[in-house]
C-alpha cells in the first residue's frame, strides 16, 4: 500500500504577529484586537461596559452602601461616545474572528439594545438571543422599579453565511435531554468563586459565574478553539476556556483585574481528555442511504420491515419500501402510515433477527462505524 508524502507546510509569515494564546494582553481593547492576526480567533465572549449612567449612591434601608459599578471604566459623556466605542470594538472583534467565527455580548437593559443595533450595523447576523434569568438576583432597594432580575446575552455570527459551530446535543444532555432553551436560570456569583480583594471587597462588580460560561463555551466551540474576551475582567472566560481545552486570549486595562486574573488561572486545570469528549451532532455524522444496507446485503430485497404498530412493508431493491400500495423511501411510507406529513424512517422501521426485533437505525450505526 503506498503512503502519501507528508506535503510541505508553508513558513509562517514573518510579517505575521504570533497569536498571544492563553495571555492577558494589558491595555486598551481596541488597540490589542487590532494588533492580533486577522481571522485569529474562533469565538468571542463580550462583557463590555454597561453604561450604567449612576447619578448617586444606592443605600439599603438599612443605609449601608450597595456596592455597585460606579467604576470609571463605567462612565461616558453621552449615548454618542458610548456608541461610538461599541462600533469601534465590534469592528475590531470582527475582524479578527474567522470566517465562520461568532460573538456572545452580554448587557442589562442600560446597553444592550444599543448594542443590538450596532452588532447588526456592522455586518455581524443575530442567531439567538439569550435571557439569563437570575435565580437571586439583587432586590431592587429603592422600591421605584421592577427587581432586575435578568440579563440579555446576543449570539451572533461573523456574517449571515458563516457556519457557525452550535454543539445541539451537547447542550441537549446538559438539558437532561430536552432541548436547551433561550431563558437559562443560573444563580449570579457568589460564595467561595466571587474573588474578594485585600480588604475583602469584590474584586470585580460584574464578575459572571463559571456556569454561564461553561454554557456559551461548551455550545459553541469546540476544544482547541481560540476564545478572545476584550473585557476580561478577573477572567471567568480564560479559566472556563481553560477547563474545557480551549485556548484564550484575554484583554484588560486595569491593573488590578488582570492580577486578579492571573492568580485565579494559576489554579485552574484542564480536564481530561475524556472528560472532554461531549455528545456529537448527529447532523455532523456520515450520511448512510438506506439503499446502502440493500447492497451491501444487511436487509434483502424482499424482506420485510414492522413499524410500532406491527405494519408491514417490503423492501425492494433500489432500497425503497411499498406497503399497502404506497411506495416510497423509508420515511415517505412511515409518514404515509401515520397520516403525517413527515417521518424519521431509521426510528420507525425495524426488522426481526433470530426472532428479535432490531431497529434498522443498528445497521446504519454499524455502515457509520466502518466510515470513520
Given at each position: 500500500?503506498?503512503?502519501?508524502?507528508?506535503?510541505?507546510?508553508?513558513?509562517?509569515?514573518?510579517?505575521?504577529p504570533?497569536l498571544?494564546?492563553?495571555?492577558?494582553?494589558?491595555?486598551?481593547c481596541?488597540?490589542?484586537?487590532?494588533?492580533l492576526?486577522?481571522?485569529?480567533?474562533?469565538?468571542?465572549f463580550?462583557?463590555p461596559?454597561y453604561?450604567?449612567?449612576?447619578?448617586s449612591e444606592l443605600?439599603?434601608?438599612?443605609?449601608?452602601?450597595?456596592?455597585?459599578?460606579?467604576?470609571?471604566?463605567?462612565?461616558f459623556?453621552?449615548?454618542?461616545s458610548?456608541?461610538?466605542?461599541?462600533?469601534?470594538?465590534?469592528?475590531a472583534?470582527?475582524?479578527?474572528?474567522?470566517?465562520?467565527?461568532?460573538?456572545?455580548?452580554?448587557?442589562?437593559y442600560?446597553n444592550?439594545?444599543?448594542?443590538?443595533?450596532?452588532?447588526?450595523?456592522?455586518?455581524?447576523?443575530i442567531?439567538?438571543d439569550?435571557?439569563?434569568?437570575?435565580?437571586?438576583?439583587?432586590?431592587?432597594?429603592r422600591?421605584?422599579?421592577l427587581?432586575?432580575?435578568h440579563?440579555?446575552?446576543i449570539?451572533?455570527?461573523r456574517?449571515?453565511a458563516?457556519?457557525?459551530?452550535f454543539?445541539?446535543?451537547?447542550?441537549?444532555q446538559l438539558?437532561?435531554g430536552?432541548q436547551?432553551?433561550s431563558?437559562?436560570?443560573l444563580?449570579?456569583?457568589?460564595?467561595?468563586?466571587?474573588?474578594?480583594?485585600?480588604a475583602?471587597?469584590?474584586?470585580?462588580?460584574?464578575?459572571?459565574?463559571?456556569?454561564?460560561?461553561?454554557r456559551?463555551?461548551?455550545?459553541?466551540?469546540n476544544p482547541?478553539?481560540?476564545?478572545?474576551?476584550p473585557?476580561?475582567?478577573?477572567?471567568?472566560?480564560g479559566?472556563?476556556?481553560?477547563m474545557?481545552?480551549?485556548?484564550?486570549i484575554?484583554?484588560?486595562r486595569?491593573?488590578?483585574y488582570?492580577?486578579?486574573?492571573?492568580?485565579?488561572?494559576?489554579?485552574v486545570?484542564?480536564y481530561?481528555?475524556?472528560?472532554?469528549?461531549?455528545?456529537?451532532?448527529?447532523r455532523?455524522?456520515?450520511?448512510v442511504?438506506?439503499?446502502?444496507?440493500?447492497?451491501?446485503?444487511?436487509?434483502?430485497p424482499?424482506?420485510?420491515l414492522l413499524?410500532?404498530r406491527?405494519q408491514?412493508?417490503?423492501v425492494?431493491?433500489d432500497?425503497?419500501?411499498i406497503?399497502?400500495?404506497v411506495?416510497?423511501?423509508?420515511?415517505q411510507?412511515?409518514?404515509?402510515?401515520?397520516?403525517?406529513?413527515?417521518?424519521?424512517?431509521?426510528?420507525?422501521?425495524?426488522?426481526?433477527?433470530?426472532g428479535?426485533?432490531?431497529?434498522?437505525?443498528?445497521l446504519?450505526?454499524?455502515?457509520?462505524?466502518?466510515?470513520t
Amino acid at each position: 500500500m503506498k503512503t502519501k508524502t507528508p506535503q510541505a507546510q508553508p513558513a509562517p509569515d514573518p510579517m505575521t504577529p504570533a497569536l498571544p494564546l492563553n495571555q492577558i494582553l494589558a491595555g486598551d481593547c481596541i488597540d490589542a484586537m487590532n494588533a492580533l492576526p486577522a481571522a485569529s480567533v474562533d469565538l468571542v465572549f463580550a462583557d463590555p461596559p454597561y453604561n450604567l449612567q449612576l447619578k448617586s449612591e444606592l443605600h439599603r434601608p438599612d443605609n449601608s452602601r450597595v456596592d455597585a459599578v460606579d467604576d470609571a471604566w463605567d462612565r461616558f459623556a453621552s449615548f454618542d461616545s458610548y456608541d461610538a466605542f461599541t462600533e469601534a470594538w465590534l469592528k475590531a472583534a470582527r475582524r479578527v474572528l474567522k470566517p465562520h467565527g461568532a460573538i456572545w455580548v452580554i448587557g442589562s437593559y442600560h446597553n444592550i439594545f444599543r448594542v443590538g443595533a450596532a452588532l447588526q450595523n456592522a455586518g455581524y447576523w443575530i442567531l439567538n438571543d439569550v435571557v439569563w434569568r437570575k435565580s437571586n438576583p439583587m432586590p431592587n432597594f429603592r422600591g421605584k422599579r421592577l427587581t432586575n432580575a435578568h440579563e440579555t446575552l446576543i449570539w451572533a455570527s461573523r456574517e449571515e453565511a458563516s457556519k457557525y459551530t452550535f454543539n445541539y446535543e451537547a447542550l441537549k444532555q446538559l438539558n437532561e435531554g430536552v432541548q436547551m432553551r433561550s431563558d437559562w436560570v443560573l444563580p449570579i456569583c457568589t460564595g467561595h468563586e466571587r474573588l474578594k480583594d485585600e480588604a475583602g471587597e469584590k474584586a470585580h462588580p460584574t464578575q459572571k459565574p463559571e456556569s454561564l460560561l461553561h454554557r456559551v463555551i461548551l455550545g459553541t466551540t469546540n476544544p482547541g478553539d481560540v476564545v478572545l474576551d476584550p473585557f476580561f475582567g478577573t477572567g471567568t472566560t480564560g479559566a472556563v476556556a481553560k477547563m474545557l481545552g480551549r485556548d484564550f486570549i484575554g484583554i484588560e486595562r486595569e491593573e488590578a483585574y488582570r492580577a486578579a486574573a492571573e492568580k485565579r488561572l494559576a489554579k485552574v486545570r484542564k480536564y481530561d481528555r475524556e472528560a472532554l469528549t461531549v455528545t456529537g451532532s448527529k447532523r455532523a455524522e456520515p450520511r448512510v442511504a438506506f439503499g446502502v444496507l440493500v447492497e451491501r446485503g444487511l436487509l434483502r430485497p424482499g424482506e420485510m420491515l414492522l413499524n410500532p404498530r406491527g405494519q408491514m412493508a417490503k423492501v425492494r431493491a433500489d432500497g425503497t419500501l411499498i406497503a399497502d400500495q404506497v411506495k416510497g423511501s423509508i420515511h415517505q411510507v412511515g409518514a404515509a402510515l401515520e397520516g403525517a406529513p413527515s417521518c424519521n424512517g431509521w426510528t420507525y422501521w425495524s426488522f426481526k433477527r433470530d426472532g428479535k426485533t432490531v431497529p434498522i437505525d443498528i445497521l446504519r450505526q454499524q455502515i457509520r462505524a466502518e466510515m470513520t
